[in-house]
């Protein structure tokens, strides 16, 4: 049974029904068993009361994030822990707000909006939307090629985070300054896979991660332009796309157009070899210098997917069919708790989302004399009043009180379990569910995932991603490195099958389809970002949009502290991260290890609509990311 | 170089689209784009990552000069002014770099982010021409204020001029970002 905290059980059919019996099920004053808990505000008050060494130390902003995150911590410098972790997203997103009323087809290119570095996973995930509620089933091509857009765009996201937003945190540079003595280490210290990087000692390879200036912060910003060059033939243009629609992609598909895009993406596969072995090098450098390293940005392994890239002929836009073509994805989507997958059917992970705002600037939706607007999914599974599809909107700016509200992010919770979401819940997922489809490259073990990526100027070469024994900030950034290769041979394989539609002449790539005008649909877009799970839920009422909910990645790893004391995943985090930073010195703190835990979830606070509430009204005034964007 | 090769002239606008005043450096783009400013002077829109600006510079390595154009809100002269400068291409410290490089990744735009980094990594030319237009209104839409619309054909004017005339845009003040030490247009 997966659920532990929801009354959700299940018949021999596999039915899920409410357990009987229960007055109201989803009563919130009973909270999830066994999960950890911040100190409450009295207890934190009294220890900076008490204790002249625990000091509050914040970073606002943290820097090297997309977007905007501020972090609070209540730092004890002496037994060298953080006792208080409360995550800031300080800009309100308002996409909720904005897309009422409007016809669904905008939502493709404001939704995109969301985010200046991936843009076009949100367009896709608003035509999915769409396509299931109205009933348009892309053509193979379609889903092909709208496979390749977004590979191509996590293929962008990969190395700009690791070697421009995390990769300076491992830097000589930036070591040099916070553990001088792990940069004596990393001079005498070979590393392994020399011979597919190219660097002898560990130092020269941190030396590289410098910013600016260092070989593998310029190659990445090189191979954003390839994977941006390989993106734009499909796309039209970079991060927001023209091309996605219900039913497909407008794209036109020729033969050059593909061989322009194969000559860019094939150039990840020696990168994508490259990059995992420096992460790994990386990875077990620190834990052999101290293996309190382990300790830094560990927490539960809780993790949550949707899956991602489809399989022609099984996804036909029907949420009816949802766990089928879910579990036929490239990436298998899944819910893991406890490091444990304990399901990869998308009815599933529907049925136990709740977003809840007990410390974020927003009104509380449902309780007394609120009608539940869907008491269960269009195939009879019960939903939570918290459900994105029963969720209202209700914005409301306040003075931050750590107590009580700090946070325009809101609280998802899967069967009331704080989760967290990247590209590594995907690795994850696939590598345990052993669901992938046949194909010579990627093969799932059960507790690994080999991908098996063709020579270039370096030799074919087999790599494997083992699920970790510990779940921390190193983990992260290792299992991001890896989705390089992984993706890239994932688009291979939509490379060759979307070849042979060209060779038979099926350039299909969109289905026709009308809005209804009439009556009420459902939608949801099960997709994935760069950075991991995504969907936007939505209801369309005579053609128009009545109600839009984006869960982002973002949304579940910045999440604030639960109702039941439970914090976010970044919170977390940072509570569980030892202080190995080499300083007595309060004035010299950095928070290196604070930042190193933040940023290895690659945090992207979706940095858009700002508001303005002199008369607490939502006005639109909208600063885009890179909206102009013609490249 | 073959001596016989003319080296081109680029004029970039950098704004973000649809926010009145604010994208009024995009508008006088889209104006010169329609008008015959010589063979040698290309228009383009350069309102994305700052990083794919630096990329797109590299393609032509060798250009005469580069003049952008951007409405920015400087607070130093009255909405619709017009300024311009030579940038003396000072690059602020290493982290103040990086900070812009992130910046520019994830998707911000903003002329002196692209300055900042175009130069860094060696995509701009020696003459690096800056003209900016003051705005006032910064709401959604196309609706702009009477002092910048007023502003748009001046600033065409301006742009053009230092586009054809090299030793007029050699001429202009030099000037740290920010425009401190720019000449009015107006």
């Given at each position: 049974m997966c659920f532990k905290n929801l009354p959700v059980e299940f018949d021999a059919s596999g039915r899920a029904f409410l357990r009987e019996g229960i007055a109201d099920p989803y009563a919130t004053t009973t909270g999830p068993a066994n999960v950890p808990k911040q100190l409450s505000h009295e207890q934190i008050t009294d220890l900076?009361?008490?204790?002249?060494?625990?000091?509050?130390?914040?970073?606002?902003?943290?820097?090297?994030?997309?977007?905007?995150?501020?972090?609070?911590?209540?730092?004890?410098?002496?037994?060298?822990?953080?006792?208080?972790?409360?995550?800031?997203?300080?800009?309100?997103?308002?996409?909720?707000?904005?897309?009422?009323?409007?016809?669904?087809?905008?939502?493709?290119?404001?939704?995109?909006?969301?985010?200046?570095?991936?843009?076009?996973?949100?367009?896709?995930?608003?035509?999915?939307?769409?396509?299931?509620?109205?009933?348009?089933?892309?053509?193979?091509?379609?889903?092909?090629?709208?496979?390749?857009?977004?590979?191509?765009?996590?293929?962008?996201?990969?190395?700009?985070?690791?070697?421009?937003?995390?990769?300076?945190?491992?830097s000589a540079m930036i070591v040099a300054q916070t553990n001088p003595g792990l940069l004596d280490l990393a001079k005498r210290t070979d590393a392994s896979h020399g011979d597919v990087h190219g660097y002898k000692t560990m130092f020269d390879l941190m030396e590289d991660l410098n910013p600016l200036s260092g070989r593998l912060y310029l190659e990445a910003l090189h191979m954003t332009r390839v994977a941006r060059e390989a993106y734009v033939l499909i796309c039209g243009k970079y991060p927001h796309p023209q091309t996605m629609v219900p039913g497909g992609m407008s794209s036109t598909i020729t033969l050059t157009v593909m061989n322009e895009m194969l000559l860019r993406l094939n150039q990840f596969f020696d990168y994508g070899k490259k990059i995992a072995c420096i992460w790994d090098d990386i990875t077990e450098f620190f834990y052999d210098a101290n293996p309190e390293y382990k300790k830094v940005g560990a927490r539960r392994a809780n993790m949550i997917d949707?899956?991602?890239?489809?399989?022609?002929?099984?996804?036909?836009?029907?949420?009816?069919?949802?766990?089928?073509?879910?579990?036929?994805?490239?990436?298998?989507?899944?819910?893991?708790?406890?490091?444990?997958?304990?399901?990869?059917?998308?009815?599933?992970?529907?049925?136990?989302?709740?977003?809840?705002?007990?410390?974020?600037?927003?009104?509380?939706?449902?309780?007394?004399?609120?009608?539940?607007?869907?008491?269960?999914?269009?195939?009879?599974?019960?939903?939570?009043?918290?459900?994105?599809?029963?969720?209202?909107?209700?914005?409301?700016?306040?003075?931050?009180?750590?107590?009580?509200?700090?946070?325009?992010d809101t609280a998802p919770r899967w069967d009331r379990q704080a989760m967290e979401a990247g590209c590594y819940a995907r690795l994850w997922n696939t590598a345990a569910a052993r669901k992938l489809p046949d194909n010579p490259f990627i093969e799932s073990t059960g507790h690994s995932l080999k991908v098996r990526v063709p020579a270039g100027k370096l030799?074919?070469?087999?790599?494997?991603?083992?699920?970790?024994?510990?779940?921390?900030?190193?983990?992260?950034?290792?299992?991001?490195?890896?989705?390089?290769?992984?993706?890239?041979?994932?688009?291979?394989?939509?490379?060759?099958?979307a070849m042979e539609r060209v060779k038979i002449g099926d350039l299909r790539t969109s289905t026709k389809f009308e809005i209804p005008r009439k009556g009420e649909q459902l939608g949801v877009g099960f997709w994935g970002a760069g950075r991991g799970y995504l969907t936007h839920h939505l209801s369309l009422d005579r053609g128009a949009v009545s109600n839009y909910q984006i869960i982002t990645p973002s949304t579940w790893n910045a999440s604030p502290t639960d109702r039941w004391g439970q914090p976010g995943p970044y919170e977390e985090a940072v509570l569980n991260t030892p202080l190995l930073e080499e300083t007595d010195d309060p004035k010299g703190f950095k928070g290196i290890d604070i930042l190193r835990a933040i940023r290895s979830f690659d945090p992207c606070m979706p940095c858009t609509t700002h508001i303005q509430c002199g008369d607490e009204m939502i006005t639109r005034e909208v600063n885009t990311c890179a909206c102009g964007a013609d490249a | 170089m073959d001596a016989?090769?003319?080296?081109?002239?680029?004029?970039?606008?950098?704004?973000?689209?649809?926010?009145?005043?604010?994208?009024?450096?995009?508008?006088?783009?889209?104006?010169?784009m329609t008008r015959d400013l010589g063979p040698r002077v290309l228009v383009e829109d350069l309102s994305f990552n700052p990083v794919a600006v630096a990329q797109r510079l590299q393609d032509e390595p060798a250009w005469a000069r580069i003049i952008f154009v951007s409405a920015i809100a400087r607070g130093l002269n009255p909405p619709g002014s017009i300024t311009a400068y030579r940038w003396d291409g000072v690059l602020p410290d290493p982290?103040?770099?990086?900070?812009?490089?992130?910046?520019?990744?994830?998707?911000?735009?903003?002329?002196?982010?692209?300055?900042?980094?175009?130069?860094?990594?060696?995509?701009?030319?020696?003459?690096?021409?800056?003209?900016?237009?003051?705005?006032?209104?910064?709401?959604?839409?196309?609706?702009?204020?009477?002092?910048v619309a007023a502003a748009l054909e001046p600033a065409c004017r301006c742009v053009t001029r230092l586009a054809q005339d090299e030793t007029y845009a050699a001429r202009l003040p030099l000037s740290p970002l920010g425009g401190l030490a720019a000449m009015s247009f107006t």
């Open positions: 900076l009361r008490r204790n002249g060494h625990i000091k509050s130390v914040d970073f606002d902003p943290v820097t090297r994030v997309a977007g905007a995150l501020a972090f609070h911590t209540v730092t004890d410098l002496k037994a060298r822990k953080v006792v208080e972790a409360r995550s800031v997203a300080t800009l309100f997103r308002g996409y909720e707000v904005i897309m009422v009323g409007r016809d669904p087809r905008d939502a493709i290119f404001i939704t995109s909006r969301a985010c200046g570095v991936c843009g076009g996973v949100h367009s896709a995930c608003s035509a999915m939307a769409t396509e299931m509620a109205i009933g348009a089933e892309p053509p193979p091509l379609g889903v092909l090629i709208r496979n390749i857009a977004l590979a191509l765009e996590f293929l962008y996201d990969h190395p700009l985070h690791l070697h421009l937003l995390a990769g300076p945190d491992y949707t899956g991602i890239f489809d399989i022609p002929g099984v996804y036909d836009a029907k949420y009816v069919n949802a766990g089928t073509w879910g579990d036929a994805r490239w990436y298998t989507p899944g819910a893991v708790v406890d490091g444990e997958l304990v399901t990869t059917d998308l009815h599933v992970i529907n049925m136990g989302l709740e977003e809840f705002v007990e410390h974020s600037y927003y009104e509380e939706w449902t309780g007394e004399g609120q009608k539940t607007r869907y008491e269960s999914d269009p195939t009879g599974r019960p939903l939570s009043p918290h459900h994105p599809w029963n969720k209202v909107t209700k914005p409301r700016p306040q003075g931050q009180n750590w107590k009580e509200k700090y946070t325009w030799p074919e070469m087999e790599l494997e991603w083992h699920i970790p024994k510990v779940w921390n900030a190193f983990e992260r950034n290792r299992a991001r490195a890896h989705c390089v290769a992984s993706t890239a041979m994932i688009a291979f394989n939509n490379w060759l099958a | 016989a090769v003319q080296r081109r002239v680029i004029v970039g606008g950098v704004d973000y689209p649809d926010l009145c005043d604010h994208s009024a450096g995009v508008l006088v783009c889209e104006r010169l982290e103040e770099v990086h900070r812009a490089v992130c910046d520019a990744v994830t998707g911000i735009i903003h002329l002196d982010n692209t300055l900042i980094v175009a130069r860094q990594f060696q995509a701009l030319p020696d003459l690096v021409c800056v003209v900016e237009i003051e705005p006032l209104e910064h709401e959604f839409g196309h609706d702009l204020s009477p002092a």
